[in-house]
């Protein structure tokens, strides 16, 4: 039983402390987040001499590189700001984009690295001699759409979706000159809106105290003392338990000797003693 109370033990310590180092690093992650309860991330500044700037599959590069951001209660917001004119930042099926911008140069974002300070952003170009039919404006294929305008530090018009409800979709994520013209020098900033993050780190924490509370209760429990029980057999009926005979007993009594003085004898005869 002693064993079996180590080893239970044991599991619940090991369980308990990978449980409780993630809640301490959501409670600490928790820390960084903005007045408006979001988390937000600046990616390296993205200059391109194409049309346009795509993402061609938006849920494989979160799931690659940021899959806690998949999570339900999620909400991504997108804004923009640069040096040029109005942009323009939009969300639709890869397929429709992938016509809308054939034979346009343009540069495609491979991957972007988790990382402190501005995210470092793998990207490779896409060579074309043609132009875009018609400003992306123009096009009404596009789920989400907006201009990434901030003004002031102040987003004032963010592309925001939640990449949850668009999990398993192949959808592209564009950002251009409204114009359509090509050249664009745009620095994004992510905003990630998490409604899980406090449940499941309060969650993590009181979880793993309660399991290494246990673990260290099944170690310390004291070991049981064992009481010995005696059965005797009981005697068939009718019969008489039969007992030892007792000891046997030697009763001797003694009385100490009377001492007679001399001459004593007549006068304990005359007294009738």
Request: hydrophobic letters at 45%; zero cysteines.
């Amino acid at each position: 039983m002693r064993f079996v109370r180590l080893a239970v033990g044991t599991l619940l310590l090991v369980v308990s402390v990978p449980v409780i180092l993630a809640g301490v690093t959501l409670l600490l992650a928790m820390q960084h987040r903005t007045a408006t309860g979001t988390f937000t991330a600046q990616l390296e500044p993205l200059r391109a001499g194409g049309n346009a700037i795509v993402v061609t599959d938006v849920d494989a590069l979160l799931r690659a590189d940021m899959p806690y951001t998949r999570g339900g209660q999620t909400t991504l917001s997108l804004s923009a700001r640069g040096p040029g004119g109005p942009l323009f930042l939009g969300i639709a099926p890869y397929e429709q984009v992938d016509n809308y911008l054939a034979g346009v140069p343009r540069t495609r974002i491979v991957r972007v690295r988790p990382a402190r300070g501005p995210l470092p952003v793998d990207t490779e170009a896409v060579s074309g001699t043609a132009e875009p039919s018609d400003p992306p404006t123009g096009r009404d294929f596009w789920l989400a759409t907006s201009t990434g305008l901030t003004r002031d530090g102040v987003v004032e018009d963010a592309l925001t979706w939640s990449p949850s409800a668009l999990r398993g979709e192949r959808l592209a994520l564009v950002v251009m000159n409204a114009d359509g013209s090509p050249g664009i020098d745009v620095t994004l900033t992510a905003a990630m809106a998490a409604g899980w993050v406090a449940p499941t780190t309060w969650g993590s924490l009181i979880l793993g105290t309660a399991v290494l509370l246990l673990g260290i209760l099944a170690i310390g429990w004291p070991e049981s003392r064992r009481e010995l029980l005696y059965i005797m057999d009981k005697p068939p009926p009718g019969e008489v338990l039969a007992l030892p005979p007792p000891p046997p007993v030697d009763l001797r009594l003694t009385w100490q000797p009377i001492e007679v003085k001399p001459g004593a004898e007549q006068d304990l005869l005359r007294s009738g003693r």
